[in-house]
């Protein structure tokens, strides 16, 4: 098939237990944007058993049109029956763009479909644009019509890659949680819908599920936390971290932190921000004793209000911060604490 035949942006509408997650609205975000640029249309593609209610959300956050692969088969995530729902739309559809959340599914699904319909897949984006590549490396000529340019984090984040997949459709990212921004919801909005059914020929029994068995979080997760008291190495060890949980608590935020402090052992990586941790968008985020360095600038930059506490006054934190305090937290933090407490 033509690559010109290949029309409009799709995105892989996450689901689990009847719940849209939040990167579905986030691909929807930027697949808007995109759609719009190239002058085409956004669907979502939900999967899912008893999901039809998830319809309307979708219209709501951005998609023109939803297709909808509804069968018992798909209740829970499994790899083989997705993959096929998934990648049998594709060769249906001919979608020019498809687009999959980085999360623990889509980085099991993405990779899945990309080889069932023979494209490349760039995995954990964290910029998606329309332009022009300048070489096709097949044809060894400019490429004239505009691709889909996508940029990642390369070797362990020391580079940033932006890659393209000129002779092949769809091109098919999966996108870091966290990095896109979904639209303001229009409450009117309307969605054409479709239902596909993709013909599940065996069960898909190669893997069949038992129990699930939820992890129960003593704590938010970062990337949903309203307020982040977020500290570094110059927080001086695991045991001084007590002083930003006596904050957090007192103004109910969460505690996260850089990667030296993962590093060091103090803290757990899931609590890192940063281009090797999560990207956080809070209302308020405190970086104490955190000199700024631009990993982890890359994970906080995007925060409503930014206060840092730093005894260096040339701190490059400070250049990001909207509310600098130069010296040591340990007088200052417990000291905001109490007044805090004493409001
Ligand atoms: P430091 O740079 O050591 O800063 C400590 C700060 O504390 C200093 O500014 C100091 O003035 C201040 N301080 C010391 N004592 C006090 C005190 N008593 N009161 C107040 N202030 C005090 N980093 C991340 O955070 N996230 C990432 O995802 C990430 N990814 C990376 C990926 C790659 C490929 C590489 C190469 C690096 C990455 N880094 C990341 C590491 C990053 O470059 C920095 O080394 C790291 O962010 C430094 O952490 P820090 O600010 O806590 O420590």
């Not at 995109?34 to 319809?55: C, H, P, Q, Y």
């Not at 309307?190 to 979080?217: G, M, Q, R």
């Not at 209302?283 to 930014?306: K, L, P, R, T, W």
Request: with cysteine; net charge negative; glycine share 8%.
């Amino acid at each position: 098939m033509d690559l010109q035949e290949y029309r409009g942006v799709s995105i892989y509408a996450q689901q689990v237990d009847g719940q849209l997650s939040r990167i579905s609205l986030e691909l929807l975000g930027k697949a808007r944007e995109l759609a719009d640029e190239l002058e085409t249309d956004v669907t979502a593609v939900l999967i899912g058993s008893n999901v039809k209610n998830l319809v309307q959300p979708l219209a709501q956050y951005g998609a023109d049109k939803v297709i909808i692969i509804d069968n018992p088969i798909l209740k829970d995530y499994r790899t083989e029956p997705y993959a096929h729902a998934l990648a049998s739309m594709i060769k249906t559809y001919h979608p020019e763009i498809m687009l999959v959340g980085a999360t623990a599914i889509g980085r099991d699904l993405g990779p899945c479909v990309s080889a069932r319909v023979a494209t490349g897949l760039t995995a954990d984006c964290t910029k998606l644009e329309i332009g022009d590549f300048p070489i096709n490396p097949v044809a060894g000529k400019e490429q004239k019509h505009h691709q889909l340019l996508m940029t990642r984090p390369a070797f362990g984040g020391n580079t940033i890659a932006t890659i393209a997949c000129p002779n092949h459709r769809p091109q098919m990212a999966t996108v870091r949680p966290g990095v896109m921004q979904a639209m303001k919801p229009i409450r009117e909005a309307k969605a054409v819908v479709e239902e596909y059914d993709p013909v599940f020929v065996c069960n898909h029994k190669y893997v069949e599920i038992l129990d699930i068995v939820k992890s129960v979080a003593e704590t938010v997760d970062i990337m949903d936390a309203k307020i982040l008291i977020s500290g570094g190495r110059g927080v001086g060890g695991s045991d001084n971290f007590k002083i930003l949980e006596e904050l957090a608590a007192a103004i109910q935020g969460e505690v996260s932190c850089s990667r030296a402090v993962v590093d060091a052992g103090w803290k757990p990586k899931e609590l890192q921000v940063g281009q090797t941790g999560k990207t956080v968008r809070p209302n308020v985020y405190f970086a104490i004793g955190i000199s700024g360095a631009i990993q982890h600038v890359a994970g906080m930059e995007d925060s409503d209000i930014i206060i840092a506490i730093n005894k260096d006054e040339n701190a490059p934190i400070f250049d990001v911060a909207d509310y600098g305090i130069v010296g040591d937290y340990k007088k200052i933090v417990p000291e905001l604490t109490k007044q805090i407490l004493n409001l």
